[in-house]
């Protein structure tokens, strides 16, 4: 009588080389395909972050006009309003007293003795170590500092705008800017106060986005990024498409966040801003008017 004996396999039996080395070139691949696709889910996230701040800055100043007979905060590194005897401390839009006030609670930080407000809110998600990445239109200051001879304060009363005023949604009120002013207290980075003023009014408001070039004189990107000038003074390279990623920090080429007079935020490049690619357009190195720096010196000097 014959007996079928059949062959045990060990219970435990683990991977060979081989089966190992598949599974971990089946994650490698699969890895390779998911990251870009999670990278750019992270950038929109960060877009939309971004424009939800704004939003909220553009709302708190908003109702900060609504106190003030229309008028913004003041920009002035001089109290314009301080009565004779009292201390002639700084204003500018981004004090708690100015619209700390009016935005979240916790997205406020006020320390002991200092009346600026930052980091939360104030900062983009895309941009690291910075404790405040946007600035307000120069145009929209109720107030700002003389300068030489009192030009500069003398050219916003006659170009600045208010609550209500005309082209809301195409005047710009809050953009990003780029965070390179070095703050040694909290050991992190800040954007200026504001832009659009560039020393004259009536600069090309379309050199302003970085059209043919951009500005005349290019905007000192400090230590951050040193021996960098950017020839625009708004932060198009936070939000650049992944074509763009290779560019010079400081090129006036990709995409920001615009909060406009009417509270709504649009991400546009510069290419939606201003005349910038075939020189042999007529209208070359002029802004589009999808945004504007005010209502008088954009329409009679473009």
């Known amino acids: 009588m014959c007996q079928v004996t059949s062959v045990k396999r060990p219970a435990n039996r683990g991977f060979t080389l081989v089966e190992l ?47 003030n007979k229309g008028a913004f905060p003041p920009n002035a590194t001089g109290n314009p309003f301080s009565p004779t005897g009292l201390p002639n401390l700084n204003n500018f839009w981004y004090d708690f007293d100015r619209i700390g006030r009016f935005l979240p609670k916790n997205s406020v930080l006020n320390n002991a003795g200092v009346t600026s407000v930052g980091y939360g809110m104030f900062v983009c998600p895309s941009d690291e170590m910075s404790s405040r990445s946007y600035g307000v239109n120069f145009w929209s200051s109720s107030a700002c500092s003389p300068g030489a001879g009192g030009v500069t304060y003398k050219n916003l009363l006659s170009a600045n705008f208010k609550m209500g005023a005309k082209n809301s949604t195409k005047l710009a009120l809050v953009l990003e800017l780029p965070s390179v002013s070095f703050d040694a207290a909290t050991q992190a980075y800040r954007a200026a106060v504001f832009a659009g003023y560039n020393n004259s009014p009536t600069t090309g408001a379309g050199l302003k986005w970085g059209a043919k070039g ?36 400081g090129a006036p080429k990709g995409r920001m966040n615009i909060c406009f007079l009417d509270c709504h935020v649009d991400v546009l490049d510069e290419e939606d801003l201003c005349h910038d690619l075939d020189t042999t357009e007529p209208a070359y190195g002029q802004t589009r008017y999808a945004a504007l720096w005010n209502n008088k010196y954009d329409f009679s000097n473009p």
């Open 214 to 249: 951009g500005l005349p004189t290019p905007v000192n990107l400090g230590a951050r990024i040193p021996f960098n000038a950017a020839k625009t003074e708004v932060a198009y390279y936070r939000h650049r498409l992944k074509k763009q990623q290779n560019l010079d920090i």
């Open 21 to 67: 080395l598949v599974v971990i070139g089946i994650i490698a691949v699969l890895i390779a395909i998911l990251l870009p696709a999670l990278s750019a889910a992270r950038a929109q996230s960060n877009l939309i972050k971004c424009q939800s701040n704004m939003r909220q800055f553009g709302q708190a100043l908003y109702m900060y006009a609504n106190e």
